[in-house]
């Protein structure tokens, strides 16, 4: 079987600042799924929940006096990649022109950009800070991180809500195959912002008590992925491979969240005859389940026609909300259960977001 290899995975979350926290308190059912409590939400009762990472510590990945100066996001982005080149085993000195990164966001550079045109709004444009700008677009944390890290590869960010994460892997294996990079920092992050939680609630896309919808959510997490070879020559153990990725788009509004069965159906068949493995081979579905009724439904079904056998299955947005930044977790998860777990053989993640972005990828042992 081909595909590049997975040396090392890392995750950051509103249930803990690294894979193994955020793992340990999946096992046993938590959630970060809470109220918003904000003075400046609208005086009304039916806000929807949010999982927000309450209080970060960015050290030691990075100092104080350093991460003040950054978006959340890409403090978020910074602590994760340290923590996935660490769990690889990676050392960056001598291979910075062949290490690249690809993150995808749906709202790195929220904070900032809210705070500018506050202050621009309300004072005026020259009492604007000139510090906030860098970090109000969504490219900050993958250069953040490659800047910190000293990353002179291939520097991609994939703005693609909720399948950016899969996205960027399904682009990252085309760099490693291509001979662009040797290794390649893989991932998402994302911030919450109350302005992007009050926008999501006016266009009736999160959950309330009265509608069904997703929660948003933030953090990052990052794998660390490596041509094979290359993996290799430096003596790195292989956690995972990267055995397919691909997509199914549909032509849907970007903000319509809906799906046909037989298309979902369709996206993760597709993946396993991609890898070579059978429904009977995999161990777990990394479901996108995510909280919408429309979507959810259409994801059971096609889960119901792929698998004549029901799989175990996992939905981690319920605990730790969406955004793309949950797809890099799921990735995350599934490369730490393979590695632990010489029986689960294969597992299947999907990513169905909006706008009929649908994507599954098939991780294997290596």
Same mark, same amino acid.
């Given at each position: 079987?081909?595909?590049?290899?997975?040396?090392?995975?890392?995750?950051?979350?509103?249930?803990?600042?690294?894979?193994?926290?955020?793992?340990?308190?999946?096992?046993?059912?938590?959630?970060?799924?809470?109220?918003?409590?904000?003075?400046?939400?609208?005086?009304?009762?039916?806000?929807?929940?949010?999982?927000?990472?309450?209080?970060?510590?960015?050290?030691?990945?990075?100092?104080?006096?350093?991460?003040?100066?950054?978006?959340?996001?890409?403090?978020?982005?910074?602590?994760?990649?340290?923590?996935?080149? #660490?769990?690889?085993?990676?050392?960056? @000195?001598?291979?910075?022109? /062949?290490? !690249?990164?690809? *993150? +995808?966001? %749906?709202? =790195?550079?929220?904070?900032?950009?809210?705070?500018?045109?506050?202050?621009?709004?309300?004072?005026?444009?020259?009492?604007?800070?000139?510090?906030?700008?860098?970090?109000?677009?969504?490219?900050?944390?993958?250069?953040?991180?490659?800047?910190?890290?000293?990353?002179?590869?291939?520097?991609?960010?994939?703005?693609?809500?909720?399948?950016?994460?899969?996205?960027?892997?399904?682009?990252?294996?085309?760099?490693?195959?291509?001979?662009?990079?040797?290794?390649?920092?893989?991932?998402?992050?994302?911030?919450?912002?109350?302005?992007?939680?009050? #926008?999501?609630?006016?266009?009736?896309? @999160?959950?309330?008590?009265? /509608?069904? !919808?997703?929660? *948003? +959510?933030? %953090?990052? =997490?990052?794998?660390?992925?490596?041509?094979?070879?290359?993996?290799?020559?430096?003596?790195?153990?292989?956690?995972?491979?990267?055995?397919?990725?691909?997509?199914?788009?549909?032509?849907?509004?970007?903000?319509?969240?809906?799906?046909?069965?037989?298309?979902?159906?369709?996206?993760?068949?597709?993946?396993?005859?991609?890898?070579?493995?059978?429904?009977?081979?995999?161990?777990?579905?990394?479901?996108?389940?995510?909280?919408?009724?429309?979507?959810?439904?259409?994801?059971?079904?096609?889960?119901?026609?792929?698998?004549?056998?029901?799989?175990?299955?996992?939905?981690?947005?319920?605990?730790?909300?969406?955004?793309?930044?949950?797809?890099?977790?799921?990735?995350?998860? =599934?490369?730490?259960?393979?590695?632990?777990?010489?029986?689960?053989?294969?597992?299947?993640?999907?990513?169905?977001?909006?706008?009929?972005?649908?994507?599954?990828?098939?991780?294997?042992?290596?």
């Amino acid at each position: 079987m081909t595909g590049p290899v997975v040396t090392g995975a890392s995750a950051v979350t509103a249930l803990g600042r690294d894979l193994a926290t955020t793992r340990a308190a999946l096992a046993v059912g938590r959630s970060a799924v809470l109220p918003v409590e904000s003075p400046d939400l609208p005086d009304r009762t039916d806000h929807s929940p949010a999982a927000r990472i309450a209080a970060f510590t960015p050290e030691p990945e990075l100092p104080k006096m350093k991460a003040r100066r950054l978006d959340r996001a890409s403090q978020y982005a910074v602590v994760a990649a340290r923590q996935g080149i #660490a769990d690889a085993g990676y050392a960056m @000195t001598g291979r910075e022109e /062949r290490t !690249g990164i690809l *993150l +995808g966001t %749906g709202s =790195a550079g929220a904070g900032p950009l809210v705070e500018m045109e506050r202050q621009m709004a309300l004072e005026s444009p020259d009492a604007a800070s000139p510090f906030l700008f860098p970090y109000t677009v969504s490219n900050a944390p993958a250069s953040v991180t490659a800047i910190e890290l000293g990353i002179k590869g291939p520097n991609v960010t994939i703005t693609q809500k909720d399948a950016a994460a899969l996205n960027a892997l399904f682009y990252g294996r085309m760099l490693l195959s291509d001979g662009r990079a040797d290794a390649l920092l893989v991932g998402a992050a994302d911030e919450w912002n109350l302005q992007y939680h009050l #926008a999501y609630e006016r266009l009736h896309a @999160t959950r309330t008590a009265r /509608r069904s !919808g997703f929660v *948003l +959510g933030e %953090g990052a =997490a990052c794998l660390v992925v490596e041509d094979e070879a290359a993996a290799r020559a430096r003596g790195a153990a292989a956690r995972a491979r990267v055995a397919s990725v691909v997509m199914r788009p549909a032509a849907l509004s970007p903000q319509v969240r809906r799906a046909d069965a037989a298309r979902l159906a369709e996206a993760m068949n597709a993946s396993l005859d991609e890898a070579g493995v059978p429904p009977a081979g995999v161990g777990i579905v990394h479901l996108s389940r995510n909280g919408v009724a429309a979507t959810d439904d259409a994801e059971a079904a096609a889960l119901a026609a792929v698998f004549p056998k029901p799989p175990p299955v996992a939905a981690v947005k319920e605990a730790i909300g969406e955004n793309p930044f949950a797809g890099a977790v799921q990735l995350a998860l =599934a490369v730490a259960a393979l590695h632990e777990n010489p029986a689960l053989g294969a597992v299947l993640v999907n990513a169905f977001g909006a706008g009929g972005n649908f994507m599954c990828a098939v991780l294997t042992r290596p």
